[in-house]
C-alpha cells in the first residue's frame, strides 16, 4: 500500500508539474507579471492596440486571434495588419463582402506566403463578424525605392500611388534609436536609407490606422514587433498626427527562461508577451 501511495504521489507530481509549464508568460514594461485579462481591460480603454508578433511564431499568432475575439462584443473593432498592403484594398474588401473567394484572393493580392496558417483566421474573423479590415502597408516595391533611392524616388509616382502610403514629405527622426541602431549596424556603408524604407513602412501603416478609426472603437493592429517596440515606429507616427490618442502597444520576444523578463527586455511595450524558445515555429 505504502509503495502504491509514492507511485501515486509521484505520478501527479509530475502531472502537475507538466500542467504548469506554460508556453508564455506576459509582463509589464517594468517587469511585473502581467495577466491576459490585464490586456484585455486595458485595450478596452485605449484607441489603438498595437499587437507586435515574430511572424513565425505560433503562440503569438493564436493570442491576436484569441485577443481579438475576447474584445470583440465589448467595444466596436477595427482590424488592420503589416502583412496586406494599401493598394490591395479592393481585393480585401470584396473577399470580406463575399464577392471573391480565397482562390481569387490568393491570385489578386500579395499574400504572405504564411497567411493562410497565421493571418487568415484573423480576416476570417473579420468576415464573420462584418468587421472592417484594413491593408495598412506600404507597397513593398515603394519601400523598396525609398531603399534604394531614398524619400526623393517616391516624388516621381502618380497621385494614385501616392494614395497608397501617407502623404508626402513623410516626417522623419534620423536620431530614433530604432533607425539610428538601423544606421550604425549597416556600419556606414550606403544604410542610411534603410531607416527609411523603414520609416515609409511605419508612417503608412499609422496613417491608415488613423484614416479608418471610428469613434469609440478600437483599432487592433498586427505588425511585426519591430514596427511598434519601445514605442516608437508606428506608436512614434500616430503620435504624430494625433498627440493625445491612446495607445496599447504589446511586444513579442522569445526567452529560455520565460519565469523573469530580461533586462534588455524591459521598457519595450506596455504588454511584453515572452514566449518559451522551443515554441514551435510556422515557417
Known amino acids: 500500500m505504502?509503495?502504491?501511495?509514492?507511485?501515486l504521489i509521484?505520478?501527479?507530481?509530475?502531472?502537475?508539474?507538466?500542467q504548469n509549464k506554460p508556453s508564455y508568460l506576459i509582463y509589464y514594461q517594468n517587469g511585473k507579471k502581467a495577466s491576459y485579462k490585464d490586456i484585455i481591460n486595458s485595450s478596452q480603454k485605449a484607441e489603438v492596440l498595437l499587437f507586435g508578433e515574430y511572424h513565425d511564431n505560433s503562440v503569438a499568432h493564436w493570442l491576436e486571434l484569441e485577443i481579438t475575439k475576447d474584445l470583440f462584443g465589448k467595444k466596436l473593432l477595427v482590424l488592420g495588419a503589416e502583412m496586406l498592403e494599401a493598394d490591395n484594398q479592393k481585393q480585401v474588401n470584396q473577399y470580406l463582402n463575399g464577392e471573391i473567394n480565397q482562390k481569387k484572393l490568393d491570385s489578386t493580392a500579395r499574400l504572405w506566403p504564411?497567411?493562410?496558417t497565421d493571418y487568415k483566421p484573423l480576416v476570417d474573423f473579420a468576415k464573420e463578424n462584418k468587421v472592417d479590415f484594413i491593408a495598412t502597408n506600404i507597397p513593398r516595391r515603394f519601400a523598396s525605392l525609398v531603399f534604394k533611392n531614398g524619400f526623393e524616388a517616391l516624388d516621381k509616382l502618380s497621385?494614385?500611388?501616392?494614395?497608397?502610403m501617407a502623404p508626402l514629405p513623410f516626417k522623419?527622426?534620423?536620431a530614433l534609436p530604432g533607425y539610428s541602431k538601423m544606421i550604425q549596424e549597416m556600419g556606414g556603408h550606403g544604410g542610411e536609407n534603410l531607416p527609411?524604407?523603414?520609416?515609409s513602412k511605419d508612417a503608412t501603416m499609422a496613417h491608415f490606422i488613423n484614416k479608418n478609426r471610428k469613434e469609440n472603437s478600437l483599432f487592433i493592429h498586427y505588425n511585426g514587433s519591430y514596427h511598434s517596440d519601445n514605442f516608437e515606429g508606428i506608436n512614434w507616427y500616430l503620435k504624430q498626427e494625433n498627440p493625445t490618442i491612446k495607445i496599447v502597444t504589446i511586444a513579442t520576444v522569445s526567452q529560455n527562461d520565460i519565469s523573469k523578463l530580461e533586462p534588455e527586455y524591459l521598457g519595450k511595450a506596455n504588454f511584453i508577451i515572452v514566449i518559451d524558445e522551443d515554441v514551435t515555429k510556422t515557417y
Do not use: V
Not at 159 to 164: A, C, D, F, R, Y
Not at 196 to 199: L, V
Open 2 to 7: 505504502k509503495s502504491l501511495l509514492l507511485i
Open 10 to 18: 509521484s505520478f501527479f507530481s509530475l502531472y502537475s508539474s507538466a
Open 114 to 116: 504564411n497567411y493562410k
Open 159 to 164: 497621385n494614385e500611388e501616392k494614395s497608397w
Open 172 to 174: 522623419y527622426d534620423s
Open 196 to 199: 527609411k524604407a523603414q520609416a
